[in-house]
C-alpha cells in the first residue's frame, strides 16, 4: 500500500495542475473547480489502491469529465458567479496592469471556450494547452484518430468565429 | 485572426494554476501523509545571524536590530496570515470527504433496513398474519422510499447497491399494494438511470451496445424498471468478466503502468 501511496502522490504531484485547470475552464468558480478537483483525485484514489491503472492520465481526466458532468446535471448546479472571483493567475514577475490584462484575455478565451461543443473544449484543450497528442486524445475519447484530428480542426474553427463574433 | 494567434491565446491559459496551500492540503487528506515540507530555519539562528550580516554590510548596528525586529514581525504575520489560511482550506476538504463518508455509511445503513423490512413483510404475507400486513407494508414502503433518496443523494452509489436491491426486490412482489409498488419502481428507476448512464460511457463491443439499446428501450419506453434491472446486471457481469480476460492476456499491464508513473 505504501508503494501505491507513493505512486499515487507523484501522480498527483504531476497532474493537480493540469487536472485543476481543465475544471477550472469548465465551471464558473474557483471554489468549485476546488472542490471537484479534489473530488477527482479522491475517486482516483480509491480506484488507484485498489486495481491497476494503465494510464493514469487518460485515467484523471475521464474520472474530471464525468465530475464535471455529475456538477452540471446535479441540483447544486452554479447559478451565479462571485464578484470577486477572478481567476487567480501565476502573476510572477508581471505588474498590477500585466496581471490585470492577462486576467482580462483569459475571460475572454475561458468564454469563448465555453460557448463550444463540449467534447471540441475537451480536445482544444487537451491538444493546445496540456500538449496531448491526437492519439492520447483518441484514447481517453474513445473515438478514431481521425474523428480527432477533424473534431480539432472544427473546434479551431468554431473559437475562432466565437472570438471574432 | 490567424491560427497561430488563436494558439497562443489557448496557451495563455496555462497561466491558472491552484493555490499551493490547497494542492498541499488536499495531498494530506487524500494521502493521509505530511506533505514534503523544507526544514524551517531555527527562530535562534535567524534572530542572532541577521543583525551581524546586516551591520557588517551596513556598519550600523541600531539599523541591524531595527531592521531585523521589522523582519521579525513581518514574517510572524505572513507566517499567521498562511496559517489561518491553510487551516481553512484543509477544514472545508475534510468536511468535504467526511461527507461523502458519511453518504456512504447512509447508504449501507438504508440498504440494511431495506433487506430487514422487506423480508419481514415477506414473512408476515407468508404466515398469513393479517393484522401485521398493513404495518410491514407500511414499512417496507419507508426502506423503500428512504433507500431511494440516499441513492439520489449520490448516483455514483447506485452500483454498489444494484445487485442487493435486484436479489431483495421479489421479497416485495409477495403482495400486491399499488403504493408501495410506485415506490419500488421509483428506487428501480433511479438505479436503472444511473446504471445505464454509466454503461453509456462505458466501451462498448457492436451486440453490447444493442443490449444497452434493449435496456434503455425496456426502461425508459416500457417502464419495466425490475427487468431493466436485471439485464444491466448482466451486461455489467460481461464486462467484468470481459475486464478480467483483458488482464489475464495482458500481464505486462502493470509495467506500463509503471513507465507511465515514470515519466
Given at each position: 500500500m505504501d508503494q501505491k501511496k507513493a505512486q499515487f502522490s507523484r501522480i498527483y504531484d504531476e497532474y493537480i495542475e493540469k487536472i485543476y485547470r481543465f475544471v477550472y475552464l469548465k465551471v464558473s468558480s474557483k471554489e468549485t473547480a476546488e472542490d471537484i478537483t479534489s473530488r477527482v483525485f479522491l475517486s482516483g484514489w480509491q480506484a488507484y489502491s485498489s486495481k491497476e491503472i494503465n494510464n493514469p492520465r487518460a485515467f484523471l481526466y475521464q474520472i474530471a469529465r464525468n465530475t464535471i458532468a455529475d456538477h452540471y446535471r446535479g441540483?447544486?448546479?452554479?447559478?451565479t458567479v462571485p464578484i470577486d472571483d477572478a481567476p487567480h493567475i501565476?502573476?510572477?514577475?508581471?505588474s498590477i496592469h500585466e496581471s490585470a490584462a492577462l486576467s482580462a484575455d483569459i475571460e475572454i478565451i475561458k468564454t469563448a471556450i465555453l460557448g463550444l461543443k463540449k467534447d471540441y473544449q475537451d480536445i482544444l484543450l487537451w491538444h493546445?494547452?496540456?500538449?496531448?497528442s491526437v492519439k492520447e486524445i483518441a484514447e481517453i475519447m474513445e473515438k478514431p484518430e481521425g474523428t480527432v484530428r477533424v473534431m480539432l480542426h472544427r473546434g479551431l474553427k468554431s473559437l475562432k468565429s466565437v472570438l471574432e463574433a | 485572426m490567424q491560427e497561430k494567434e488563436l494558439i497562443s491565446k489557448i496557451q495563455a491559459l496555462k497561466e491558472i494554476k491552484p493555490n499551493q496551500q490547497w494542492v498541499s492540503s488536499v495531498k494530506t487528506n487524500i494521502l493521509g501523509a505530511a506533505p514534503a515540507q523544507e526544514t524551517p530555519a531555527r527562530k535562534g539562528d535567524y534572530v542572532w545571524t541577521m543583525p551581524g550580516i546586516i551591520s557588517l554590510i551596513y556598519g550600523k548596528r541600531k539599523l541591524a536590530y531595527s531592521f531585523a525586529v521589522l523582519l521579525f514581525v513581518a514574517l510572524g504575520v505572513y507566517s499567521f496570515t498562511n496559517f489561518y489560511s491553510l487551516q481553512q482550506t484543509q477544514v472545508a476538504n475534510e468536511n468535504a470527504t467526511a461527507s461523502l463518508l458519511a453518504l456512504q455509511a447512509e447508504l449501507q445503513d438504508n440498504m440494511k433496513a431495506f433487506k430487514e423490512k422487506s423480508v419481514n413483510l415477506a414473512e408476515v404475507v407468508k404466515r398469513d398474519q393479517t393484522e401485521k400486513i398493513d404495518g410491514a407494508i407500511q414499512e417496507a414502503k419507508v426502506a423503500v422510499e428512504t433507500l431511494t433518496d440516499s441513492i439520489k443523494?449520490?448516483?455514483?452509489?447506485a452500483k454498489t447497491v444494484a445487485s442487493e436491491i435486484s436479489n431483495t426486490k421479489t421479497y416485495l412482489s409477495v403482495i400486491d399494494d399499488e403504493d408501495l409498488k410506485e415506490s419500488s419502481d421509483d428506487l428501480l428507476k433511479t438505479i436503472d438511470e444511473q446504471l445505464i448512464y454509466d454503461l453509456e460511457k462505458a466501451t462498448l463491443t457492436p451486440d453490447q451496445q444493442k443490449s444497452v439499446e434493449g435496456i434503455v428501450h425496456l426502461v425508459?419506453?416500457?417502464?419495466q424498471y425490475a427487468d431493466g434491472l436485471e439485464s444491466i446486471l448482466m451486461l455489467n457481469a460481461e464486462l467484468n468478466a470481459q475486464e478480467e480476460e483483458t488482464t489475464i492476456d495482458q500481464p505486462e499491464v502493470k509495467d506500463q503502468g509503471n513507465e507511465q508513473l515514470g515519466e
Open positions: 441540483a447544486d448546479k452554479e447559478k501565476a502573476e510572477k514577475g508581471k493546445y494547452l496540456e500538449d496531448m | 443523494k449520490d448516483p455514483n452509489l425508459y419506453e416500457k417502464k
